[in-house]
């Protein structure tokens, strides 16, 4: 197997096939990220990606999922898609999710007919960085589309039939805007539908472009009780069917899950309670390096 440099994937593809098939990220200019600084884009060696599907059906006998790994993959034209797409069907016809990360970037650069033709070859559950539905906080974090483009792309893919789930970050807005960005971005989520909302609280990177922001004190972090306080409002502000919240990552002060809308009610009441339970003290700090998914709320 092959793998270049570190390999990053959503906590819920943990028991999917990796495979590489780009690595870097073709973007790579996010103000608080340095995950792929250092690691150049490209493509993977189409020979190397076949070599890889070889030694993985040797090793599994079923694979229901696969996710092809790289900061963006989705950013392949859609005829080297398909192309890997194919082969990964041929080596796994069991196969029944082709998942990835893409950004909305990438979305734009295919046609609605290449998107049927992509979901038709089983890629789908695409996990895209949204962010956060407010314009100011996309360029603030410079992920090079607009909130419109957002809007328009990700309802290109409803209409291909491609699920995809929308990450989301608490504290994106910074301590000033946290309502509003929660509003914003419900509001977002709301007309675009993804399947999954994998929402992380801001961590800000050191040596990122944001990083310094906070070091000037140009820009100010949430405090933990706003981060739970942004979560709270944007829950209560969903209105959606059968869409999955995985509030799970290490970032979140106290984890949830569920489906909207049965669960609901239970997530809102989990964060109430565990809410409760943080000293005011704590709640009024601060994110701190080694805090995240401390166990002072069991």
Known sequence: MTYTGPVFRPPFEANSLLIEVTSGCSHNACTFCTMYRGVPFRMAPIG?????????????????????TGADPFVLSADKLKAIAQKAVGSFPEVETIAMYASV????????????????????????????????????LNKGFSLEEARTQLKR???????????????????????????????????????????????????????????????????????????????????????????????????????????????LETLEKGMAKIPARILDSRPKKGYEGMAILE
């Not at 890889?52 to 092809?68: G, N, Q």
């Not at 033709?117 to 956060?132: M, P």
């Not at 972090?221 to 209105?239: A, D, F, K, S, V």
């Open 48 to 68: 190397q990606i076949e070599r890889d599907m070889r030694e993985l059906r040797r090793a599994y006998s079923t694979v229901r999922r696969i996710f092809l």
């Open 157 to 267: 893919l409803n209409a291909a039939g491609i699920d995809f789930s929308a990450n989301i970050i608490l504290g994106a807005a910074g301590a000033e805007k946290w309502m509003e960005n929660a509003a914003a971005s419900a509001e977002l989520l709301n007309e675009v539908r993804p399947y999954l909302i994998f929402l992380a609280t801001l961590h800000v990177d050191a040596g990122s472009p944001l990083y310094e922001e906070l070091r000037a004190g140009a820009f100010t972090e949430n405090t933990l009780g706003q981060n739970i306080r942004e979560e709270l409002e944007l829950l209560r502000r969903l209105e959606l069917d059968g869409t999955a919240f995985f509030g799970l990552h290490t970032s979140n002060v106290i984890p949830v899950a569920g489906t909207l809308p049965e669960d609901k009610e239970k997530l």
């Open 105 to 140: 970037k990438n979305i734009a650069g295919k046609t609605d007919e290449e998107l049927r033709e992509l979901r038709s070859l089983r890629i789908n559950e695409l996990n895209i960085g949204v962010e956060s539905g407010m314009d100011e906080v996309l360029r603030h």
